[in-house]
């Protein structure tokens, strides 16, 4: 992967070096040209000033210096030539001559041209006396050797500069690609420092990390810390578990054995196997409330799917009646009243579940007689439902407690309960945005739960 951005950048330079190359030898030549046609306008104006008319006969004088600034005896030769009106004047008659009828003009003009073989830059220049009708034109051509040689000299010296440029560029992008990645060698340093039980322990350093790094190094610590605390929910709830489940198989296997040596005729062998059914129950429930409380831990899920308007009276009201024929078996009382309708969005199944384990304590926990009240009530823009029951209730300094997972009162600690069920209560009800609340029964005795879910907008 590294050689081949080294390669792409390397190839970026070559490609940049031969723009500047081309460009530059445009320009070159551009400004060679420019150069040099100066001197050859100061020469040909120098000439073309001397021009005169004296007896009718145009007369010139050629300065010393108008070929001097021009010739060059290593390279160009320099020729000139005076005409008017067909008639040569002075200088060399077999010259390329301005070309007849086009517009005299009225400064120097330039064009390229061909003499003895050679290619020529010419000067054309004008020149208008009293009392002659036609122009007399003073041109000046000089061969292109010297400009050339310029130009070539100027383009060389350009391309060795590029070609130091891509050398010098080549050889310290690998370099200048490690120091500006340093930043994130060191953050992989220390990501490959985590440890896999605490990831987060020590959050990544944000110290030389660059500006744009710091919100992906800010996300990443966040990220490592949720990690971290998601290990530590799954090592404690995996520990509690399994000293939660001891009990119930602790108790199957010695029921078992009992059953086993004792046989099902012996009365003590019957009694053993209706504990070993009493047991293989409790670990149905431990195991059901378990994997509701994992699920309930991925609340993200829960809130995606919480889209689509139920009525919750009906779901509270189909969560009762599948609970009555338990309620009716110990002999509780279980009535269900308030609103006919309250539309929320949530998800059935959990708020089925969150209901469900609340009317299963109620059932659980209360003495045989006794009664669970279920209300659906409307308070602005919330939704309302209510447990009640007259059961021996939760002291008030120990309610905020009985939501840690497997937490159990004393005076229950001798029941079939695991600690769970308020725990998938609080944990369900916040993945649906709901609010749980415990307070004293109306009566002064007994427990209320309460659970708050928004309302939907009326249409």
Not at 212 to 230: H, I, K, Q, Y
Not at 291 to 313: C, G, K, N, W, Y
Not at 339 to 344: E, S
Not at 378 to 393: H, K, Q
Request: charged share 20%; hydrophobic share 45%; proline share 5%.
């Amino acid at each position: 992967m590294a050689n081949r951005q080294l390669i792409l950048l390397a190839s970026s330079l070559t490609v940049l070096a031969l723009m500047i190359v081309l460009g530059g030898g445009w320009y070159i030549q551009g400004f060679a040209e420019r150069t040099s046609d100066r001197v050859l306008r100061a020469s040909v104006s120098a000439i073309a000033e001397t021009v005169a008319i004296e007896n009718e006969r145009i007369t010139l004088e050629v300065p010393p210096g108008a070929f001097g600034m021009l010739e060059d005896a290593a390279r160009d030769n320099v020729y000139y030539t005076v005409h008017t009106g067909g008639h040569t004047v002075t200088g060399y008659q077999d010259f390329p001559r301005y070309a007849p009828g086009r517009t005299a003009p009225v400064d120097t003009e330039f064009r390229y041209d061909t003499y003895l073989g050679q290619r020529v830059r010419v000067a054309t220049q004008a020149r208008y006396l009293p009392r002659h009708a036609a122009p007399v034109y003073v041109e000046v051509a000089e061969t292109l050797d010297e400009r050339e040689a310029l130009t070539r000299a100027m383009l060389m010296r350009l391309i060795l500069a590029a070609a130091l440029l891509v050398i010098m560029a080549a050889l310290l992008i690998k370099p200048a690609i490690r120091w500006g990645l340093r930043p994130l060698t060191r953050l992989q340093e220390q990501i490959a420092q985590r440890s896999p039980q605490q990831p987060a322990a020590k959050p990544l350093e944000m110290e030389g990390v660059p500006t744009e790094l710091r919100g992906l190094v800010n996300t990443f610590n966040l990220l490592l810390g949720r990690l971290d605390a998601s290990i530590k929910r799954v090592r404690d709830f995996t520990g509690d578990a399994s000293h939660q489940m001891r009990t119930p198989l602790t108790a199957l296997r010695t029921h078992l054995m009992l059953v086993r040596r004792l046989g099902t005729n012996h009365p003590d062998g019957a009694s053993a196997l209706q504990e070993v059914d009493l047991a293989a129950r409790r670990l149905q429930k431990l195991l059901g409330q378990l994997l509701s409380l994992a699920r309930s831990d991925d609340t993200q899920p829960l809130q995606a799917m919480a889209h689509e308007a139920i009525d919750l009276v009906q779901t509270v009201k189909a969560v009762t009646t599948e609970h009555a024929p338990r309620a009716v078996e110990k002999g509780i009382d279980i009535t269900m009243e308030g609103a006919p309708y309250l539309p929320v969005a949530c998800d059935q199944v959990v708020v089925s579940e969150v209901i469900g384990n609340i009317v299963d304590n109620a059932i659980q926990y209360i003495p045989p007689g006794g009664k669970v009240m279920v209300r659906c009530l409307r308070a602005e823009t919330m939704a309302i439902v209510e447990v009640e029951d007259d059961g021996p209730g939760i002291p008030k300094d120990q309610r905020s407690l009985v939501f840690n997972r497997f937490y159990r009162l004393s005076r229950d600690k001798s029941s079939d309960g695991s600690g769970l069920g308020l725990a998938i209560v609080k944990s369900l009800a916040n993945s649906v945005g709901a609010i749980v609340e415990l307070a004293e029964g109306s009566s002064g005795r007994g427990l209320l739960v309460r659970v708050r879910f928004p309302l939907l907008p009326k249409a």
